[in-house]
């Protein structure tokens, strides 16, 4: 059923319930946080009466205790009761006493001496001296510690507000001094004539709850079971109707001195005010729900109404441009979705409109190519004609031209076989050349030593030569020394006779070795002499081999290259066998082919004929595609 709505029927269905579903959550939401607050309001309420109750029992404790401290402190009091002097005692307060209970609620007064026995009971004098540290732990504390106690404690006469205040005499701890306030329906009469809230107190005997005092009924309103969970620290609340009204019923624990629990107090609220708040909000909040919902509805319909005028815009243009009207155009206002559209719509509008007019454009050459092809047809069928008579004249031609083929084949192959001669012979002497080089190297390489060696010889020669100018010094000095010695040996007359033969002996011996090295470098000159004619020879000799090897290697270097043109001159003579042979098969081939093209000639003539009977069609169709573009309107004008 949504599907067959109008767009704006499904703008304002989406957004009437898109409103009310978020107006159902405010109103939900607020309704629950005003609930949540009045519920706090309510139970911060039950709290201050409940703290009250609560604040009126320490109260009473307070002023029970401060009492107790008036008279403890009264030098009289502490020295009779340090003696044991009832009768002085009772002289002193028991006029008093009546005024207390009237006035300040008092209803006992008392003191006590370790661990718990009354001494004197201002309230009933006529009853004294028993124990009561079974019961009292209060007045055992008080004794044990020295310290003021206070708090709710049973005794003899039931729960009571008590106040206690040790007393003490020349250093000595003597007793205690109690007060007792009133505690029971006066003071719930008391509390709901001040707060206007009803209120009980139910003691817990360790089997069943008692009411104590109740502005409320004899009876707790609520369970046991409550009462126990209430008892044990977690306070109640539960909602009720009493007398016509609606009430909040709320219990939580109450504590004696030690803190320890002792009963629950129960507080009757009437919560009518705060039902008509919570009422009155519920209310409001539907209210304001409603508000917003119909604004809501209003802001609907004016938002589906601006979408779908936009879209009504959009949608007559493409309803134009469907009609082949392509200068229609789009306002185009914001940049939303529907913006977005209208510019899509344009840009669509834009392209149908070049490719109408490429359309338009290439219909008019296809109808110029068709009479321009339908004229080559023609002249091709002329063309076709002559080609035929060219194809028999070159086929006589290919014919004539295939047998000199096989002739040229055969030269080639001559040629070939004597290239390859060439081409053997020309390796041959090469490698005998490479023989020739490698023993040229040998010669150089031994030439070259030879002359190392002769080099080496010269160059000791100089070194023996140089020894013997040694030898020559030496011999000259010697003779010079035997010179000396024999002048001395002449000035020692008979004894220097003998010195004198040796000295001349010694010089004898110098002049012949200096002959002998004169002899000794006339023959090491003539061996440098030969040593360097030697070596000019071995140079000379070195340069003639250098320039053997060098002619060696050029030749070697021209049979190379023979080899290798004899070798390029066999394979040219083999390629042209083999073209030779290709040219001979290809003149066949051709052969084929023209006898083929004469076939393929009249073929030609005849598919000229069907082209151009298509072209004829091509250009009646182009003239109908003109007719179809020329129905779509290209101009900017209405």
Not at 147 to 159: I, S
Not at 264 to 284: G, K
Not at 356 to 381: G, K, L
């Amino acid at each position: 059923m949504f599907k067959n709505l109008k767009l704006w029927a499904k703008i304002m269905v989406a957004m009437v319930a898109s409103t009310l579903i978020i107006c159902t959550l405010l109103v939900v939401s607020n309704v629950s946080s005003m609930s949540r607050l009045i519920q706090d309001a309510e139970r911060n309420a039950l709290d201050a009466h409940m703290k009250s109750i609560i604040n009126s029992i320490a109260s009473e404790s307070t002023n029970a205790e401060t009492m107790s401290a008036l008279i403890a402190g009264i030098p009289l009091v502490k020295e009779k009761f340090d003696s044991g002097d009832r009768k002085v005692l009772s002289e002193l307060f028991l006029p008093g006493f009546k005024t207390l209970q009237e006035s300040y609620g008092v209803e006992q007064f008392q003191f006590l001496r370790p661990p718990a026995t009354s001494f004197l009971r201002i309230h009933k004098p006529e009853k004294f001296g028993d124990d009561l540290s079974q019961m009292r732990n209060t007045v055992v504390a008080t004794n044990s510690s020295r310290k003021p106690t206070k708090g709710l404690e049973y005794g003899v006469a039931g729960l009571g507000v008590r106040g206690m205040v040790p007393v003490s005499y020349a250093g000595r701890h003597v007793g205690v001094v109690e007060f007792g306030m009133s505690f029971g329906q006066p003071f719930f009469d008391t509390f709901k004539a001040q707060n206007g809230v009803d209120a009980a107190m139910h003691l817990y005997d360790g089997k069943v709850f008692k009411t104590l005092g109740s502005t409320i009924g004899k009876e707790p309103l609520l369970s046991s079971d409550l009462l126990n969970k209430a008892m044990a620290g977690e306070p109640q609340l539960e909602h009720r109707s009493l007398k016509g009204l609606p009430y909040a019923i709320y219990a939580a624990a109450v504590k004696d001195f030690s803190g320890k629990p002792i009963g629950v107090v129960e507080i009757a609220m009437n919560s009518s005010s705060y039902q008509s708040a919570l009422n009155a909000a519920r209310r409001n909040g539907i209210l304001l729900g409603l508000l917003a919902l119909s604004i809501g509805i209003v802001i609907a319909f004016i938002t589906a109404k601006q979408l779908v005028n936009q879209v009504n815009a959009v949608l007559v243009a493409v309803n134009r441009v469907a009609q082949g009207d392509l200068s229609v155009e789009i306002a185009v206002e914001g940049n939303d979705e529907l913006s977005q559209l209208a510019k899509a719509t344009n840009e669509m509008r834009n392209k149908l409109h070049e490719m109408a007019s490429e359309v338009r454009t290439h219909a008019d050459a296809v109808n110029r190519a068709a009479q321009e092809i339908t004229a080559a047809v023609e002249s091709q069928a002329a063309t076709s004609t002559e080609m035929s008579a060219s194809v028999a004249e070159i086929t006589s031609t290919m014919e004539e031209f295939s047998a000199s083929s096989t002739q040229i084949a055969d030269y080639s192959k001559s040629v070939v076989d004597i290239a390859n001669q060439t081409l053997e012979g020309s390796r041959k002497g090469s490698e005998a050349m490479q023989s020739v080089l490698s023993k040229m190297d040998d010669i150089w390489t031994d030439n070259q030593r030879s002359l190392q060696e002769i080099v080496d010889l010269g160059a000791k020669s100089k070194q023996i030569s140089k020894v013997m100018e040694i030898i020559n010094d030496v011999a000259d000095q010697t003779k010079l020394i035997a010179f000396n010695a024999a002048l001395e040996a002449s000035s020692a007359g008979e004894a220097g006779k003998r010195f004198s033969v040796v000295a001349a002996e010694i010089r004898r011996l110098a002049d012949s070795v200096t002959d002998s090295t004169n002899e000794i470098e006339s023959k090491i000159s003539e061996i440098q002499d030969s040593i360097s004619r030697l070596v000019i020879s071995s140079e000379k000799g070195a340069g003639g081999i250098s320039a053997g090897t060098g002619a060696s290697a050029n030749t070697a270097e021209r049979l190379n290259e023979i080899v290798y043109a004899a070798s390029q001159t066999s394979s040219s003579a083999q390629q042209i066998s083999l073209s030779t042979q290709q040219q001979k098969t290809a003149s066949s081939q051709v052969l084929v082919a023209l006898r083929e093209i004469v076939t393929a000639s009249s073929q030609t003539a005849q598919s000229i004929t069907r082209i151009s009977q298509v072209s004829k069609e091509m250009s009646g169709l182009s003239a109908e595609l003109s007719k179809v573009v020329d129905q779509f309107k290209l101009d900017q004008k209405g």
